[in-house]
């Protein structure tokens, strides 16, 4: 047996069979990450995944900031 020799499958056969796109065929993102940030200016954030599809407005949430301890608004921000 030679080294390096070894009968193998093209790479990109191999994702076709497994059921992956071929290259070039990529499918466009159908959410994306945005950042809830607090209100109350502490600089405390969440991260969420947002339908970029269906949801177009802003999104406001109240959740709890733990650096003032209490329940504040939480807008929409881009991530960086």
């Known amino acids: ?9 093209p790479a990109e056969s191999y994702m076709l069979m497994r ?3 071929a290259m070039g065929d990529k499918k ?3 959410f994306m990450f945005i950042r809830l940030i607090s209100a109350a200016g502490t600089g405390f954030f969440y991260v969420k995944k947002k339908s970029s599809k269906k949801v177009m407005e802003k999104l406001e ?3 709890y900031d733990p650096r003032v301890n ?11």
Do not use: D, I, Y
């Open 28 to 30: 466009k993102k159908t």
């Open 61 to 63: 949430f109240r959740k």
């Open 19 to 21: 059921g992956f796109p």
């Open 70 to 80: 209490r329940h504040v608004l939480f807008t929409e921000a881009k991530m960086k």
């Open 1 to 9: 047996m030679k080294w390096g020799f070894t009968k193998r499958k």
